[in-house]
């Protein structure tokens, strides 16, 4: 399998699966929150903010693939390994708020690992694109 393959395929997965947490929490927030890892969760009018939560997951995982259609695969990797931001400062969040540590490392340290190798695919794939071909690197300069 190339480079390439394997970097759309965990783009995708990575697409899908934050998708399905986005969309969760705007769908049903009070059963997908307890699995985020903190200790307690907002109640009553200040559910909103798991709400802002699935906006944010879903919009992120819509990037990706628009990204992925528009063919813009280094626009891709560059975003991918900012987007792993997010999971670090997820994983700081439950960490300073003493959930639990598994989750934070489990879940949002993992994920921001997978997220980072992703985005690092997507540009290591750009730089095999431009040693086999070397009119594309002055093409693009």
């Not at 390994?81 to 999971?87: D, F, G, K, N, Q």
């Amino acid at each position: 399998m190339t480079v390439s393959r394997i970097a759309t395929a965990l783009s995708l997965v990575g697409a899908a699966f934050i998708l399905y947490i986005g969309i969760s929490y705007l769908v049903s927030p009070e059963t997908i929150a307890p699995g985020f890892g903190l200790p307690a969760w907002p109640d009553g009018d200040a559910t909103a903010f798991l709400h802002l939560k699935g906006v944010r997951d879903t919009m992120s995982g819509l990037l990706i693939l628009a990204l992925l259609a528009a063919k813009q695969r280094y626009a891709l990797g560059i975003t991918t390994l900012v987007i792993a931001l997010v999971p670090v400062g997820d994983m700081l969040t439950v960490l300073s708020w003493n959930g639990s540590s598994a989750a934070a490392f489990g879940i949002h340290g993992l994920t921001a690992a997978l997220v980072f190798f992703t985005g690092g695919l997507l540009l290591r794939e750009q730089q095999l694109t431009n040693r086999s071909n070397p009119r594309r690197v002055v093409a693009n300069a």
